[in-house]
């Protein structure tokens, strides 16, 4: 028998059923909507997300949904002991960039990645 291997896998949890937990949110913008559709020419707008809910001890301190190994050690700490009270925050810990057509200010045609300017994935500080 062939056995799967099996590895951790940061990922983010999308909002679904319960979205007072630490979760990605989708976010369309439309660059019309900000005014800005006279001066980018592509994409009309895009998916940004964004990061909200609560987190908890007990949810901080899992590493696939803690912001980094660091943040699971020390929520790992706070969770053991009482004078370290510090709430954790749902923040972003994936991003990746976005690519824009635009008119620069002398009406140049401009193609250019913007980085970390799509929410990924979200875990807790």
């Known amino acids: 028998l062939l056995q799967a291997a099996h590895r951790v896998r940061r990922r983010g949890v999308d909002c679904g059923a319960d979205p007072r937990m630490c979760c990605r949110r989708e976010f369309f ?66 991003r990746r960039p976005l690519s824009l057509l635009y008119y620069d200010r002398d009406g140049n045609i401009v193609k250019t990645d913007i980085p970390d300017m799509i929410v990924d994935a979200c875990g807790c500080t």
Not at 60 to 69: D, E, Q, R
């Open 29 to 94: 913008v439309d660059f019309k909507e900000i005014g800005w559709e006279d001066w980018i020419i592509q994409p009309e707008g895009y998916h940004m997300n964004y990061c909200s809910g609560l987190c908890p001890l007990h949810m901080a301190g899992v590493p696939g949904l803690a912001a980094s190994f660091h943040t699971a050690v020390l929520n790992r700490v706070k969770a053991a002991s009482a004078a370290a009270a510090v709430d954790s925050c749902c923040v972003p810990t994936r």
